[in-house]
């Protein structure tokens, strides 16, 4: 097994090697560019030892930002030939290219924990005051372009956006999209990763499709919220949101932008009702078909993040302890990315099944705050297991902890310094 001091020494060469001088690659094979959420998290691990590049990560990451205010899943700083799809497929005409999509809003949840841990203050302000206004148009881009109408539950166009690409809650709303496009002999990522852990042809087609009818919507935000053939309101996506309108309402307070504040307290109140709509028989939150207006069949990792966002308090803490409980005879290391008592689970393919460390995290935080350290402290431990014995890579085998995907990877990495190699630090991000 690996020593925490071993692993400290890792994490820091893989952030070293990965840094390509004010953004971070997630991995140099498979992934050679910088990835919005990705970006979020790795900034958490540079804070602990290096402030100003935790700062100028979240920076660079902007430079990205759309003028509607979006942040793309992926800005292509520069050019890279083993990875599809470039900026050629996207056709988005944005310098510097850009995907279509954006990703989970973690950047203003980011933001706070590096303010919040400053051992400067002052300076830490004026990076936060510099970033604020980036931050509230990337928030309000979410409130009004991608919840047209008001309705406090926010659209997903893409399962990519999503951050859990190939999860099971997209098999149904992705059985509606026609492909019209064939693209696996384009691929590049099977090359690099065992083609079993990776998404299927048949759904890079389904997702390329997508790419293609936004395309023809000129990328207009409005009309691919509306018009896009898939369309749901995903958990993860509600969750991590709502929950950074809060960091980002936190960062209002101390920067002292009262109009700011306001405009965040009505988001906040309107898309916290919203999650009684996601809410199943069962007890449980799911995704929705905004199309069909069905929630997901199955629970997923993402069903537990409206703790994050401080939604449902200990009742929904204890039902969600009670799932893990049931899910516990079937692997050894929480949290699965789906049900692996479910038919549509697959322990090694991305997100059908495999643990991923920032969710882990996330979840982490949500069961401590709804009072439940007990279950918080299990999934602590058990990820940090995982780590010392597998090592720092993409996501890991529920049953085994073998790592799996892209190795030497920078999240990983930025979960270890930032969380995992501090077990008595506390579950809460901030």
Known sequence: MTTPADLDRLAREILARNDRGGYTVPNEKVYPFQWNWDSAFVALGFAVYDEDRAWRELETLFLGQWDDGMVPSIVFHQPAENYYPGP???????????????QPPVAATA??????????????????????PKLMASHRWWHEVRDPDGTGLVTVTHPWETGR??????????????????????????????????????????????????KALHWDGKAVARRLSLRVCDIGIQSILVRADHDLL????????????????????????????????????????????????????????????????????????????????????AVPSSDPLAPTYDPVRYWRGPVWLVVNRMICDGFAAAGRDDVAARIAAQSRALVLEHGLAEYFDPRTGEGLGGRDFSWSAAMWLAWLARPDAGFALT
């Open 111 to 132: 933001a706070r924990v590096i303010y919040a841990g400053s051992a400067d203050r002052p300076a830490a302000a004026a990076r936060a005051r510099a970033l604020f």
């Open 88 to 102: 050629p497929a996207w056709g988005t005409r944005h310098d510097p290219p850009t995907t279509g999509i954006s």
């Open 165 to 214: 690409d190939n999860s099971p809650e997209w098999d149904a709303p992705l059985a509606a999209v026609t492909p019209t496009v064939s693209v696996a002999a384009l691929r590049k990522d099977k090359t690099h990763v065992n083609a079993s852990e990776r998404p299927t042809d048949d759904f890079y087609d389904r997702v390329m499709t997508l790419v293609e009818e936004a």
């Open 250 to 333: 936190w960062l209002a307070g101390e920067l002292g932008l009262a109009a700011e504040a306001v405009e965040l307290e009505g988001w906040i109140d309107r898309s916290t009702l919203a999650f009684d709509r996601l809410l199943a028989p069962d007890g449980t939150w799911r995704s929705m078909d905004l199309r069909t207006g069905k929630l997901a069949p199955t629970i997923s990792s993402g069903s537990f993040l409206p703790l994050y966002a401080r939604v449902g308090g200990q009742a929904a803490a204890d039902r969600l302890a009670g799932v893990l409980d049931r899910w516990a005879p079937a692997v050894s290391y």
